[in-house]
């Protein structure tokens, strides 16, 4: 049997003169030649299915990629999943072709226009920007709807949403929806597209905030994460270096997944941590954490398509790993370690914790963890008991 070449694939349409980029696109991804070939046949389908309809690579938005999946399944076809045209889509993103996922209507107009702003202008996490989008999907949806005109929102239809969204669920959820909400009206009355400063009109659910000790991972929990990775595996030295940036500095997990090549002066013994709202900050870089990701990368070998540190073993349309994949890796050593999952976010609170009880000031306390405001670093002063309990007042009518 003659395995035929996945350059050989014969593909017509809008999408032809992108056939051999893609299989270029492809092979530094690490994909076998078989699922190139499944992939690059994907294309032409695609490109067919387009050109039958006058559209072109930008018009592949969610909706028609929902759609054409739905048509492979039914004729019981390989890779009809929606995921499955990932590697075509992150392939067309990274060529300027992606479509925007939002349309040409006035809605779709305007939500493209919102998220510009909350990428450009707001300087937001991927991770944040989706879920600002969502609430605002979510919001126009429901409140400008049917025909109505934005410009015709007012207080009473921001208080309704807020009301359809309160039973069952917890203050904090609610006032997460609040700030997301408020930012939607703030960036609709600054271009003119409502009158009034409806942001005003989004009150807050009461919130009792500190009342209780910040909750750090006992100690002791990170040695034994860093001890359940394997060293003898590719898999396991990447673990090994992702898993000790979050119990030995205490990184979040979007910070582990967006450090680079260049982040890391091995010289100076720093690395430049990419942290919230586009800001970078230089951390000194423990010798057995550098020792760890020098190990993982002599390993891993050059990898083409990424300059992130931590890239995925097997072939993936985005080589490089995401928060998800960092938080994966600490699970994967909560279960190996015989340990409940704890996630990432409680070992930044064992940091805090340790450099508290080494007698770091707060203020040290906060540089390394990169707050922005001190009361979020003062909130570990409530774990320094013995501290707390020089200024402690008796109770009155305690002496009785």
């Given amino acids: 049997m003659i395995m035929v070449e996945p350059s050989q694939v014969r593909v017509i349409g809008p999408l032809a003169s992108q056939a051999e980029g893609f299989c270029e696109f492809l092979v530094d991804r690490g994909y076998s030649p078989t699922r190139r070939l499944a992939h690059v046949r994907l294309m032409a389908e695609v490109s067919r299915w387009l050109a039958a309809r006058d559209l072109g690579a930008t018009d592949l938005d969610p909706e028609r990629v929902v759609r054409l999946a739905a048509r492979r399944r039914r004729q019981g076809r390989d890779l009809c999943s929606p995921r499955s045209l990932r590697p075509l889509l992150s392939f067309l993103e990274g060529r300027g072709l992606s479509p925007t996922g939002f349309g040409t209507t006035p809605m779709a107009v305007l939500l493209t226009e919102y998220h510009q702003y909350l990428v450009a202008e707001r300087s937001l996490a991927a991770s944040t920007v989706c879920a600002y989008m969502h609430t605002a999907r979510w919001f126009l949806a429901e409140m400008a709807g049917d025909g109505r005109r934005v410009a015709e929102l007012s207080a009473a239809d921001v208080t309704r949403f807020l009301r359809r969204r309160v039973p069952g669920r917890s203050p904090r959820t609610v006032n997460e929806v609040g700030i997301e909400l408020r930012c939607l009206l703030r960036f609709l009355y600054v271009k003119d597209r409502i009158d009034r400063p409806l942001a005003e009109a989004v009150l807050g659910m009461a919130s009792w905030r500190g009342g209780a000790l910040p909750r750090a991972v006992p100690a002791g929990t990170g040695a034994k994460l860093l001890a359940s990775c394997d060293p003898g595996t590719l898999v396991g030295c990447r673990d090994r270096a992702m898993v000790g940036l979050v119990v030995r500095l205490g990184l979040r997990a979007s910070e582990v997944a967006a450090i680079e090549l260049g982040d890391i002066d091995w010289r100076a013994g720093e690395l430049v941590v990419r942290g919230k709202g586009g800001t970078r900050d230089a951390l000194p870089l423990p010798a057995e954490l550098g020792e760890a990701i020098a190990v993982y990368l002599q390993r891993r070998g050059p990898n083409r398509g990424t300059r992130q540190v931590f890239v995925h073993v097997h072939a993936a349309p985005r080589p ?74 008796p109770w009155p009518g305690s002496h009785r």
Avoid at 334 to 352: I, Q, Y
Avoid at 356 to 374: K, M, N, S, T
Wanted: positive net charge.
């Fill in 320 to 393: 490089g790993v995401t928060m998800t994949d960092v938080r994966a890796a600490v699970r994967r050593a909560c279960w190996r370690a015989g340990l409940d999952d704890t996630g990432t976010h409680r070992f930044r609170h064992r940091v805090a914790t340790d450099m508290l009880a080494a007698g770091a000031p707060l203020y040290e306390i906060g540089q390394v963890l990169r707050h922005r405001d001190v009361e979020t670093t003062s909130l570990y002063a409530k774990v320094d008991r013995a501290a707390l309990a020089d200024v402690t007042q």
